[in-house]
């Protein structure tokens, strides 16, 4: 008499794309594509610049440059500098749930690596890590940092436990 074969499961290997639950439910959450990351940057990018070269020229104006002595004046520049670098862009993602100007433009969302929505500590973090490789590069230390990672994660991505999530 034949021995029926004991069935064994198999266990199917997950891709990037997927997020396991902790009831073992595969979602499929799919990353931001590089070109897409890099134009939301641009449009964040010219907006905070564009906001922080209007509030310079208004310092500059006769009604302001009247009251503020140059070091005043300097000290406001880069009190404003630090607002529309780092301050906003925390604020806005934060408030936003993860999604900026540019990344309402592209469709995508800043969550955290288990897809959850980011916290201040993610936010301040990536705006940080911004400054260096965004702001101070251009966009070339963040670029190839996310030329490397299968989910077009950048430095702040990865420091912040993060990515960018297409929901189009």
């Known amino acids: 008499m034949a021995v029926p074969e004991r069935s064994t499961a198999t266990i199917s290997a997950t891709s990037d794309d997927e997020l396991i639950t902790g009831e073992a439910v595969a979602l ?6 590089f070109v897409l990351r890099g134009a ?9 610049f564009g906001l ?3 509030i310079a020229i208004t310092l500059s104006t006769p009604l302001f440059s009247a009251f503020l002595s140059s070091a005043m004046y300097q000290a406001l520049i880069v009190a404003a500098l630090v607002l529309c670098v780092v301050v906003i862009p925390t604020t806005v993602e934060l408030a936003s749930r993860g999604r ?3 990344k309402l433009a592209i469709g995508a969302r800043i969550v955290r690596d288990d897809g959850g929505a980011i916290g201040f500590r993610h936010a301040f973090i990536r705006a940080m890590t911004g400054v260096l490789e965004i702001f101070g590069s251009l966009g070339g230390i963040a670029a190839l940092v996310a ?10 991505d990865l420091i912040a436990g993060t990515y960018s999530q297409n929901e189009r």
């Open 52 to 54: 922080w070269i209007a």
């Open 40 to 48: 939301g940057a641009a449009i964040d990018w010219i907006v905070y």
């Open 28 to 33: 499929n959450l799919r990353p931001t594509g």
């Open 147 to 156: 030329l490397f990672n299968s989910r077009a994660k950048r430095l702040g």
């Open 100 to 102: 900026s100007l540019g």
